[in-house]
């Protein structure tokens, strides 16, 4: 189910691949993307005028981040997310021209490398001032930079690989964080976890709490998984309880997206924080940062289940404690354009003309 937004954004971005704008640099459309039937356990393909032809489908990226993009999710392991279906990590890059991960990196990726830029960024994300930025050392393969993607904990401190192994993936199987700056304020380490999102809408409302698998409750282990972290988190709001006394957190609004990813990504920063003396990082506090574009009023306004409130923000606020509200903040990618554009260069010139004319 897609919303008003998603649908003005395909439209208009299909005419940019369509007219041969300088953003997708005159590439061919009716890119293939593969689906999975639950029923026959087979797969079919399709085409859509809104995926780039998957011979050229690099161009989803900005021009001057291709190469060390690419070259960086390969050696660190991370797969591209994929429209449709995928039985194997998929380094390709995704064909659909409005993947949030491509939204994310087009606008991040080319800045990483510039701490003056990525300060200024933090300050105005954060709407605080801050010392410095650090490199974000979660790399294994590649040179650190002072953004990094797709970061996943060192250990899984959520128990969502259920003593399978302690060793967590990045971009797949456990909670990882689309964008990670660490910044610097008075002899403190802040993370800055980034979630982006760009077209997306949750009306479906799944409830990830009550997800079956044939006989198996699915949902049964996430609770098993998340309970006794919701119980004892300082930052998120664990009074908030469903109808099943032997399943407390069964039914809520933390098992129903966007706010289960919220709910995840808030624990394990509070997990990185508890245990910064065995992390990549002793990070003293954080500041969550949720990025959606202003005009998405389909993700923006709503009610979701479980909850009184007709707003994502008033219901996730509603959903954290005071401490975890203070650290909580929406900003919009134009946002995130300004600070590039304040740089005044040739290569930030081009860059600020390509996000503002895509995006």
């Not at 990830?208 to 098993?224: I, Q, V």
């Not at 998120?236 to 109808?243: A, C, E, T």
């Not at 808030?266 to 003293?284: F, G, N, P, R």
């Not at 975890?324 to 590039?340: A, L, S, T």
């Amino acid at each position: 189910m897609h919303g008003k937004y998603y649908d003005e954004e395909k439209s208009r971005q299909q005419k940019l691949l369509t007219g041969k704008s300088f953003v997708f640099e005159g590439v061919e459309n009716n890119g293939t993307v593969t689906f999975y039937n639950e029923k026959t356990k087979n797969t079919f393909s399709r085409t859509f005028p809104f995926c780039i032809e998957d011979s050229q489908r690099v161009v989803n990226l900005y021009s001057s981040i291709r190469e060390e993009c690419i070259d960086y999710f390969k050696k660190e392991e991370i797969a591209f997310h994929q429209a449709g279906y995928s039985d194997k990590k998929s380094f390709e890059v995704p064909n659909h021209i409005l993947e949030s991960q491509i939204a994310c990196l087009n606008h991040l990726f080319a800045i990483r490398h510039d701490p003056r830029i990525v300060k200024a960024l933090a300050e105005a994300i954060m709407q605080n001032t801050c010392d410095s930025v650090y490199e974000v050392k979660c790399e294994h393969k590649t040179q650190p930079a002072y953004i990094a993607f797709e970061v996943v904990s060192g250990e899984d401190h959520l128990n969502e690989l259920h003593g399978k192994t302690k060793k967590t993936t990045r971009g797949s199987m456990c909670t990882s964080i689309d964008a990670l700056i660490i910044a610097e304020k008075d002899g403190r380490k802040i993370l800055i976890p980034i979630e982006w999102k760009y077209t997306e809408s949750y009306h479906e409302h799944k409830d990830y709490s009550a997800e079956m698998t044939g006989r198996y409750w699915k949902g049964l282990t996430r609770l098993n998984s998340y309970t006794p972290l919701l119980k004892t988190s300082k930052y998120v709001n664990g009074n908030i309880i469903g109808p099943h006394p032997e399943q407390p957190y069964q039914n809520t609004i933390f098992f129903i997206e966007p706010f289960y990813q919220l709910m995840r990504q808030t624990l394990w920063v509070e997990q990185m924080i508890k245990h910064k003396d065995s992390e990549w990082v002793d990070a003293d506090d954080y500041c969550h940062i949720h990025v959606i574009p202003s005009g998405n009023q389909d993700l923006l306004i709503h009610q979701y289940p479980y909850t009184k409130y007709d707003t994502l923000e008033s219901t996730w606020r509603h959903a954290l404690t005071l401490a975890g509200n203070e650290r909580y903040k929406i900003i919009d990618p134009k946002d995130i354009v300004k600070v590039i554009s304040q740089f005044d260069n040739n290569e930030n010139k081009k860059l600020v003309e390509y996000l503002s004319t895509r995006y």
